[in-house]
């Protein structure tokens, strides 16, 4: 049962492009998270969807950034017009569903670099 | 709102030497508690979580941590540290009621292991 894949493993974008990070969940799993880790700093909640719904998105700023989970195909993260301080590694966590003291599962995670 | 505190940025413990790392949680009830390890350049892996019963939890990797109410404290620890623990130590809380299912990090704790 492979795990959370997330993709690209590493990214590069100029200021002002788009980037898109990818996150495939675990088999059967269908709740998917997404977190921002910042250098020397702990994990930070961005975003919780199920397929087709945003369950909870009070940790996305709110310029720029939007998330997706559609019923077919992997969750999106979408960061428009990258700035430096979007440089981090994001991470995908996915569980089967969405009660608290089960484990998410996290992915490898995306690092972004924005030159 | 939830919050976790993680006192110690770095650590540094000789190979075969006990380890504590401390963990302290702010929130209204009783919370669910984990602790994940990080290793470079990797997700992150759940070593063990508390959500009831028995106060003392047992982990892989021969870990365990200990839930004290009356110090809102998750404590994890080890009697004697392997080299490959070298890593970094994340303490996490997650909510228990409604869709809330974000986990709130620490900052985590980096572990340097001499031999």
């Known amino acids: 049962n492979a795990g959370v894949m997330q993709n690209p493993r590493h990214l590069v974008r100029r200021r002002g492009q788009e980037a898109r990070l990818r996150c495939s969940p675990m088999k059967g799993h269908s709740h998917v998270y997404w977190y921002r880790q910042l250098p020397e700093e702990g994990l930070k909640f961005m975003v919780y969807l199920q397929k087709e719904n945003i369950i909870d998105e009070s940790g996305m700023p709110k310029e720029r950034f939007s998330a997706e989970f559609p019923k077919e195909g992997p969750s999106i993260l979408r960061i428009q017009q990258v700035v430096r301080g979007d440089s981090a590694a994001y991470f995908c966590?996915?569980?089967?569903?969405?009660?608290?003291?089960?484990?998410?599962?996290f992915g490898p995670g995306t690092r972004l670099t924005v030159l | 709102a939830q919050s976790v505190t993680q006192p110690d940025i770095h650590i540094t413990v000789s190979e075969g030497a006990s380890l504590e790392l401390r963990c302290n949680y702010s929130?209204?009830?009783?919370?669910?508690l984990f602790w994940y390890v990080q290793s470079p350049g990797q997700g992150l892996q759940l070593l063990l979580k508390y959500f009831s019963g028995d106060t003392l939890v047992q982990g892989i990797k021969g870990f365990e941590a200990e839930f004290k109410r009356s110090q809102s404290s998750f404590n994890l620890r080890k009697p004697s540290v392997h080299w490959s623990d070298a890593a970094e130590y994340f303490c996490?809380?997650?909510?228990?009621?409604?869709?809330?299912?974000?986990?709130?990090f620490g900052t985590g704790t980096r572990l340097q292991v001499t031999l």
């Open positions: 996490a809380v997650g909510a228990r009621a409604g869709t809330a299912s974000k986990l709130t």
């Open positions: 966590a996915s569980s089967p569903n969405g009660v608290s003291y089960n484990e998410q599962f």
């Open positions: 929130y209204g009830a009783t919370p669910y």
